[in-house]
């Protein structure tokens, strides 16, 4: 199911990224040409980035490195993948990237979601222990061993989901109604901000997150990109400032 998911949540993002290139009047060929390269990236980036996190344990078993449909892909990873495949085709191609990178902003968030609920089946990215209501019960085998009685956990892969569905709604719907009154990149900017956002408030959720001298390594990149995608948007629009 972790495969499947993966791959609808590609497919549904490919499928609403043509139909707003039909609606902007850009020829929507370029989606579905341009969709293996995006794949290739985005699953080859999530995976290295993953391996990195978990480099401990994947030292001891090589082999798993390339078992990537029994889960372990890093989203972060994922997404400059992805974006670096999509800069080589459309060079190759001769396209103006600028033209689409605001289309692949909208669309993104919906994929992400969709893929996030394979996390469901492979019971992964949960949090720390709750007695909320709707707490995730995980198997004994699976608990961190430093809460091996407790049994419930929040259901971290459904919160982002959820706040990526919310993130997307919002650029859909804005993308429809000033993409023509707004600059290009806006909503690859907006799109930064939003899930910078989303990733850092989760991470203090998160059971022994990746870390670098001791620093919450997602932390620091969602900090970053939301420093610099705020820097940019802004530079953007200075002149009507």
Known sequence: MY?????????????????????????????????????????????????????NYYALFPLKIIMVWSGGLGIIGGLLGGFIALVIYFRWKKVKLADWVDIAAVVVPLGQAIGRLGNYFNREVFGVPTNLPWGWHIPYGLRPSQFLKSETFHPLFLYEAILNVLLFVGLYFGYLKLRTKLKKGTFVWIYLIGYSAIRFSLEFMRIEPWKIYGLNTAHIISILVFLVASFFLVLNYKEKL
Request: charged share 15%.
């Open 3 to 55: 495969g499947i998911l993966i791959s609808l949540g590609i497919w549904t993002s490919l499928a609403i990224a043509e139909k707003l290139a039909k609606t902007s009047k850009k020829p929507s060929t370029v989606i579905w040409d341009s969709a293996l390269f995006l794949v290739i990236g985005g699953i080859l980036g999530a995976r290295v980035y993953h391996v990195i996190h978990y480099w």
